[in-house]
């Protein structure tokens, strides 16, 4: 899956989805004080930057121990894509990725799936790199993600207040409808490379 910064940036600003995260992260970082929430954005924003590029340079070492291969994690990818997409577009009680436990977040929820869920660990684990040139777009574009991460989550509370519940939800919806494409066209591409191999 070679591709370009723009598409790069756009499909990992779509899997990881920090616009729809905004009320998970405002509802998360409700009991924490104030003064705290801001280190705390950070720092679970810089651990799923981490597990994200360390899946983009280790993923095909962990996949090949685990026998598996790049098709099957292209379908299955597509389909964990696919269920979250629905999700965004069909709001569930349980929100995008289900129910949360309370307390001061620390790695799960936020970090872990809400960011570095299994679509954007499937996602990056896709990117091939055939020079030098196309690894520095991935790790670039996967480093603009961390940017518009950190501030959307920053001024989460302000950004919630701004636009308000519906402007926020009808935005939702709009990156799941985007992100059904994109998911029903990875599985395509699965598909095309599985009939290749019979």
């Given at each position: 899956m070679?591709?370009?910064?723009?598409?790069?940036f756009?499909?990992l600003?779509l899997v990881?989805?920090?616009?729809g995260?905004v009320p998970?992260?405002?509802?998360?970082?409700?009991?924490?004080?104030?003064?705290?929430r801001?280190?705390i954005?950070?720092?679970?924003c810089?651990?799923?930057f981490?597990?994200l590029?360390?899946f983009?340079?280790?993923?095909?070492?962990?996949?090949?121990?685990?026998?598996?291969?790049?098709?099957?994690?292209?379908?299955?990818?597509?389909?964990?894509?696919l269920?979250?997409a629905?999700?965004?577009?069909?709001?569930?009680?349980?929100?995008?990725?289900g129910r949360?436990?309370g307390?001061?977040?620390?790695?799960?929820?936020?970090?872990?799936?809400?960011?570095a869920?299994?679509?954007?660990?499937?996602?990056?684990?896709?990117?091939?790199?055939n020079?030098?040139?196309?690894?520095?777009?991935?790790?670039?574009?996967?480093?603009?993600?961390?940017?518009?991460?950190?501030?959307v989550?920053l001024?989460?509370?302000?950004?919630?207040?701004l636009?308000?519940?519906q402007?926020?939800?009808?935005?939702?919806?709009?990156?799941?409808?985007?992100l059904t494409?994109?998911?029903?066209?990875?599985?395509?591409?699965g598909?095309?490379?599985?009939?290749?191999?019979?």
């Open positions: 070679t591709q370009s910064f723009f598409q790069t756009i499909l600003l990881t989805d920090p616009f995260n998970l992260f405002v509802s998360a970082l409700n009991p924490v004080a104030p003064a705290r801001s280190r954005v950070v720092r679970e810089a651990i799923a981490l597990l590029l360390l983009m340079f280790f993923g095909r070492h962990f996949l090949a121990a685990l026998n598996l291969t790049e098709v099957s994690l292209r379908i299955g990818g597509s389909v964990i894509l269920l979250i629905i999700r965004m577009v069909f709001p569930h009680p349980d929100g995008v990725l949360t436990e307390g001061e977040p620390f790695i799960v929820p936020l970090a872990i799936p809400a960011l869920g299994p679509s954007a660990l499937a996602t990056v684990l896709l990117f091939t790199a020079s030098t040139e196309e690894v520095a777009i991935h790790v670039a574009a996967l480093g603009a993600v961390l940017v518009v991460w950190l501030a989550f001024s989460a509370d302000r950004l919630q207040r636009l308000g519940t402007v926020m939800t009808a935005f939702e919806r709009l990156m799941g409808l985007i494409a994109m998911s029903v066209e990875m599985l395509l591409g598909v095309r490379a599985f009939v290749k191999t019979l």
